[in-house]
């Protein structure tokens, strides 16, 4: 592992402006330590920052002897500007520049993915999660007059994807164009974006229908993927090749040589508060509760495998197993981008589920130190 920082191929592969995109970044973030924390007389730490190394050690009874590496790790201390800025701004200014990119939270319940992804901070600019900060920064770099930026909130339930800017739309179907390979889900409410309130208005709007819908449903949020689209389009005047402006301009390439022809570069931003990780324990859940669970395995499942295989280099990524891999098949992969932070607990308690998401994360670490090291 140790490989990864410290030759040159691996140091081409830190998470920068010319990182090589279809990389997964995935870092980790420790929640701060709660009220129920604070009053266990027998708390233990279940896990040990080695931050300059970035790497993590884990505890059930005793200190493992291995410790994990990530891209990253955050500290309880790290604040939400410094986790935006390693795990999102990347992938959003590479979206400003035209290509899709996805950000991912995954971990238990009570670890702080809504935290980190969806916190509107309304009150306190500093608290803003990466939702807010991302779409700050997508607005500010757009230029009123031929740019536009517009936003679809969906939750992802029992295989149903449900409208949370307009609750009455259920099962919203997804569409694959077969030339283009665009996913695009017909029927779903878009709304143009024009500064800032306007956006956490709508955010809020969507909260409260997915907390509405929820309780019809009686069920909790965190059995649901959360998904916030963001669609890009800039006019932008692009110097383009002998080759394009030949056949853009019908072979005349002496005439158009160097030439800026003007364009409409369309992006798209994926943003997933994913349901929690936990396992529900199936032979004391039946009904909906048990349906539930095997939806949420399913696709949480099929995302790992998407992940390994694009760690892999592979040329299929098997993203036909689930809706939510199907909705990102146009977001990861190829030329996109893609963040995936990781939420843990503090206590040894929740050492199983600690564990089994810190290796969820190791997964395609590992592949692709592994990979890295055939090349060698
Ligand atoms: P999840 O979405 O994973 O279920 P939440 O984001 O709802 O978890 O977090 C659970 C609780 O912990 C919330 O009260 C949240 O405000 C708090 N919390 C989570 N992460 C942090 C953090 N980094 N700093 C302060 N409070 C946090």
Redesign the pocket.
């Known amino acids: 592992n140790a490989k990864r920082s410290v030759t040159p191929n691996s140091r081409a592969r830190s998470f920068d402006a010319d990182e090589e995109p279809g990389r997964v970044r995935v870092t980790v973030?420790?929640?701060?330590k709660?009220a129920e924390d604070l009053s266990n007389a027998d708390f233990l730490d279940c896990v040990e920052f080695q931050p300059e190394l970035k790497r993590l050690k884990l505890r059930k009874n005793n200190w493992s002897s291995e410790s994990y590496q990530f891209d990253e790790v955050f500290t309880?201390t790290?604040s939400?500007k410094r986790v935006y800025e390693v795990v999102a701004k990347p992938v959003v200014e590479s979206v400003l520049r035209g290509h899709n990119g996805t950000v991912m939270?995954y971990?238990?319940?009570?670890?702080?993915?809504?935290?980190?992804?969806?916190?509107l901070g309304k009150d306190d600019a500093s608290e803003r999660g990466i939702v807010v900060r991302a779409l700050e920064d997508i607005i500010c770099d757009m230029s009123p007059a031929s740019d536009s930026v517009e936003v679809s909130y969906l939750q992802l339930y029992m295989e149903s994807i449900q409208d949370l800017l307009a609750p009455e739309k259920t099962n919203i179907p997804i569409n694959e164009d077969p030339k283009t390979g665009e996913v695009s889900l017909p029927g779903a409410t878009v709304v143009k974006i024009q500064d800032l309130d306007d956006f956490q208005h709508l955010l809020q709007v969507g909260e409260s229908n997915r907390h509405a819908a929820n309780t019809r449903m009686n069920t909790e949020s965190?059995r649901s993927h959360a998904i916030l689209m963001v669609y890009i389009r800039r006019s932008v005047h692009e110097k383009v090749n002998d080759e394009i402006s030949s056949r853009e301009k019908g072979g005349k390439s002496d005439l158009f040589d160097g030439n800026r022809i003007p364009i409409v570069r369309k992006s798209k931003l994926l943003i997933v508060?994913l349901a929690?990780s936990e396992r529900i324990d199936k032979s004391g859940s039946e009904g909906p509760l048990l349906e539930e669970a095997k939806f949420i395995n399913l696709s949480l499942s099929s995302l790992g495998k998407c992940i390994n295989a694009l760690a892999e280099n592979s040329p299929h990524i098997p993203t036909r197993d689930s809706k939510l891999t199907r909705l990102l098949r146009d977001s990861f992969g190829g030329s996109a981008r893609t963040s995936l932070i990781i939420?843990i607990g503090p206590s040894a308690r929740h050492y199983t589920e600690t564990a089994s998401t810190i290796m969820f994360g190791q997964r395609q670490l590992q592949l692709e130190t592994s990979t890295h090291q055939k090349v060698l």
């Open positions: 973030r420790l929640r701060p709660n309880e790290a939400q939270a971990g238990q319940t009570g670890t702080g993915k809504t935290y980190t992804v969806g916190r965190s508060d929690g939420t």
